[in-house]
């Protein structure tokens, strides 16, 4: 006998209880279904994001300073604005509200060179400027929900996504490996995207031991259905999927890459510019490790290149930026890695095994 033929059996010849007697009800306390209530269809998780992000979920996307996390989140966002497929994902547009507490003109640049570079006006994409504290008191909370509303009632369209960066930007003043103070800024967090009936997104940083995850305490992972963390390798930019708790998408990795955008020119007739996503092949998982500054920029500098590079040219390329001894030792590191593959003097990219 199966094990579902088993269960229905003993089902069967269960002792039913004696129906109490009719009375007035009295109403629980708490919101209780039980299970022969549930419907027999079952109902899809409403997606956000095909795969990946929910209606009125939360998630963390985290990873290590100038990793590209802000450049992804804006992408991510950019196209739930636009309503747009994105990373080969569809999307259900909406209002996005950005809470850029940590660098609003950053985050106002890196939306500018999104229109500039797709060529598209994205009239649903909101940046506050103003600092935001979720630890302190219930003031900014109020005060977000109240102005997501407002935006609603103004472009007569729903809110579907909220962006929060940083966490720490956020929670200033907590100590953020206290459960007791980010407890809080959670509950506050749980409560925006509730009664936003929106999804809400903290961008976090990687701890110092990146293999421990995103820093701080462990409970903020567990209050979230989806958490993400971006990395810069030397065979590329990736961000994995390390926890989804309603799509099954955990472990699904995308590879991204940030191409520049000439923005225009600095008073000093320097030119200025940012930069943008576009899709790109996602590392192994066998180039996990992280890379130095040195590292990271000299393999950035030769992704963009595409091709073979004498050492020479690396040097020079970066002699405003590092000593020469910095960037051969860098070079050797990539190299003994097998990051970077050298002969004759010049280095190229290791092709990712597929």
């Known amino acids: 006998m199966s094990a579902k033929a088993n269960i229905q059996d003993q089902a069967a010849h269960t002792a039913k209880p004696e129906?109490?007697?009719?009375?007035?009800?009295?109403?629980?306390?708490?919101?209780?279904?039980?299970?022969?209530?549930?419907?027999?269809?079952?109902?899809?998780?409403?997606?956000?994001?095909?795969?990946?992000?929910?209606?009125?979920?939360?998630?963390?996307?985290?990873?290590?300073?100038?990793?590209?996390?802000?450049?992804?989140?804006?992408?991510?966002?950019a196209a739930v604005a636009l309503g747009v497929e994105w990373m080969g994902r569809r999307t259900e547009q909406g209002l996005v509200v950005y809470l850029a507490a940590e660098s609003p003109k950053s985050v106002c640049s890196r939306v500018q060179a999104y229109k500039k570079h797709h060529?598209?006006?994205?009239?649903?994409?909101?940046?506050?400027?103003?600092?935001?504290?979720?630890?302190?008191?219930?003031?900014?909370?109020k005060t977000i929900i109240k102005t997501v509303k407002m935006i609603e009632a103004q472009r007569n369209q729903k809110v579907r996504l909220i962006v929060g960066d940083t966490l720490a930007r956020l929670s200033a003043g907590a100590n953020e490996n206290a459960g007791q103070d980010m407890g809080l800024v959670i509950e506050r967090f749980d409560r925006i995207r509730s009664e936003c009936d929106a999804h809400f997104m903290l961008i976090h940083h990687s701890g110092k031991n990146a293999a421990a995850g995103a820093r701080g305490w462990s409970g903020v992972r567990a209050a979230v259905d989806v958490e993400i963390e971006v990395t810069d390798l030397a065979a590329g930019r990736c961000a994995e999927i390390t926890k989804d708790r309603d799509l099954g998408s955990k472990g699904e990795r995308i590879g991204f890459r940030l191409d520049s955008v000439e923005m225009g020119h600095s008073?000093?007739?320097?030119?200025?510019?940012?930069?943008?996503?576009?899709?790109?092949?996602a590392a192994g998982r066998s180039d996990s490790k992280k890379l130095g500054p040195v590292e990271g920029a000299i393999a950035e500098f030769l992704r963009e290149r595409n091709g073979v590079t004498k050492k020479s040219e690396v040097v020079t390329h970066f002699r405003d930026r590092y000593q020469k001894a910095s960037v051969y030792r860098a070079m050797k590191n990539l190299v003994g890695t097998r990051y970077l593959q050298e002969a004759d003097g010049a280095v190229s990219i290791v092709a990712p095994s597929t």
Do not use: H
Request: with cysteine; net charge negative; aromatic share 8%.
């Open 119 to 141: 060529g598209v006006s994205m009239p649903n994409f909101a940046v506050v400027q103003n600092s935001i504290n979720l630890f302190k008191d219930d003031v900014d909370t």
């Open 19 to 77: 129906p109490a007697p009719v009375t007035k009800a009295e109403k629980l306390p708490l919101n209780i279904v039980f299970a022969d209530e549930l419907l027999d269809t079952f109902e899809a998780p409403d997606e956000l994001v095909q795969g990946l992000l929910t209606v009125g979920g939360g998630s963390v996307l985290y990873g290590d300073s100038n990793s590209g996390k802000t450049f992804f989140a804006i992408d991510l966002a």
């Open 267 to 281: 008073k000093w007739g320097a030119s200025v510019a940012t930069c943008v996503v576009a899709p790109a092949a």
